[in-house]
Structures are given as C-alpha cells and as structure tokens.
C-alpha cells in the first residue's frame, strides 16, 4: 500500500470517528433542571386558645366580613396577563468632504517650477461616510392562574403573597412561581387580583423533560453561538 493511499485513509478513519462524536452529541443525557429557588413559607403559629365567656382567642366570628383575603394564611387567586411588547430601531447617517486647492507661490509673474513641474501647488480631497441601521422587537405573552398564600399583612394592609404550582405532564413537568405586594383595595369580590397590580411581582415559569430538552440548543452548537465562537 502506497504512502499515500494510507493517509487518505487515515483521514477518512478521523472524518468517521469526527461525524460519530458530533452526532453523539446529541445523545448526550440533559442536565437536570429543577425550578427556580423559592424562600420557604414560614406561618406564624395560630394563636392560642382561651376559654372566656364573650370572646375566645384563636376564634372569630365576623358576620357581615366579605371572603377576601386579609389575614396571614389566607389564600388568594392571581390571574396572569402579562403581555409585554419592545421595538427599538435607529438610523445613523454621516457624512463629511473635505477639499484644499493650493496654487502656490509665485515670483516674478511666474510659478515656481523644477523641470517644468509646479513644485509648490497642492491640492487635497478627501470624503469620509457612514451608515449605520438597526431595529429590534420582541413580545412576551403569559396567561393563566396561580392561587397563592399571604404569608405576611404589612403595617398599611398590604398582602405579602406567594405560591408555587407544580405540573407533572406526560411528557415533562412544568413550574411556576409567583410572589409580590397585593393592595387589598384591588381586591375583587371573587377574591381574586391580576398579576399586573402585584407590586415587586417575580413571576418564574419553567419546566423540565423531553419537550424541554428538544427546545435546548447542544453543547456544541452553544459554542458556536457564544462569543468564543472564532468567527
């Protein structure tokens, strides 16, 4: 076998094994991923019984109170409409042209030449442009509901709110988080609140399994699309 017969066949032999790992690459088990971290739900402890006569502690009664939610345990419903919409775009046009003539001196009547050549008149153009153009638009778009629990009543009434759902589908499982500050005034008779009046809402929607790991981009195509991509 020649010489070089071999090293065509070298590099074919590199060329398969090259294709077979990029391939696998795909193969590869996804990392697991779990939801968004959430501070742990601290009640405070009921308070404790008495026996009395008139009034009991740890027991109430209110006959003409509304089912909204006002106490710490209380449970409320946040109906999601979130719906966000960017665009941004700019133009930028420069231009600048520059000219200089210079005819020289003269003496006598006479320019000053060598050779019969003007060896003292100048003349300069110059011309610089740009234009630059670019635009960029996104929409986001999240409805639904999420029942959460007022973990705590600020000294001006304000609910401090927050919940987790938990969703285990066929084909992979999906979360959401919600918390934030609800005023009680925007609260419905339903004993319900949209998403856009919670203040310092954080809002998390994730999810895990195959539907999410077709979505994902390989290791390897992450490279090629980071900042250390070589072009």
């Known amino acids: 076998m020649t010489a070089a017969r ?3 066949l070298r590099i074919v032999g590199w060329a398969v094994i090259l294709t077979g790992a990029l391939s696998g690459c795909g193969l590869l088990p996804a990392r697991k991923r779990e939801p968004d971290p959430v501070v742990a739900r601290v009640l405070p402890p009921p308070t404790p019984r008495t026996d009395g006569a008139i009034y009991q502690a740890g027991q ?7 089912l909204k939610a006002r106490r710490v ?9 979130e719906s966000t919409n960017a665009s941004k775009s700019a133009v930028t046009k420069t231009a600048k042209t520059t000219a200089v003539a210079n005819t ?20 300069l153009n110059g011309a610089d442009s740009f234009d630059g153009e670019g635009s960029s638009t996104q929409g986001n778009s999240f409805t639904g509901s999420l029942t959460v629990t007022v973990m705590d009543v600020q000294p001006n009434g304000n609910l401090v709110v927050q919940g987790d759902k938990t969703l285990k589908l066929n084909q992979g499982d999906e979360f959401v988080h919600l918390s934030g500050v609800v005023r009680r005034a925007d609260i419905a008779t339903d004993n319900t609140v949209t998403s856009d ?19 994902r981009m390989g290791w390897l195509a992450r490279f090629f699309n980071s900042a250390f991509a070589p072009y």
Not at 104 to 123: C, D, M
């Open 73 to 81: 345990g209380d449970v409320l419903t946040i109906r999601l409409t």
């Open 60 to 66: 109430q009664i209110e006959l003409f109170a509304d």
């Open 197 to 215: 009046k919670v203040a310092d809402a954080h809002i998390s929607y994730s999810g895990k399994g195959v539907i999410d790991s077709s979505n």
């Open 104 to 123: 020289g001196p003269t003496l006598f009547g006479k320019t000053i030449t060598a050779g019969g050549v003007p060896i003292f008149q100048t003349t």
């Open 6 to 8: 071999r090293t065509s």
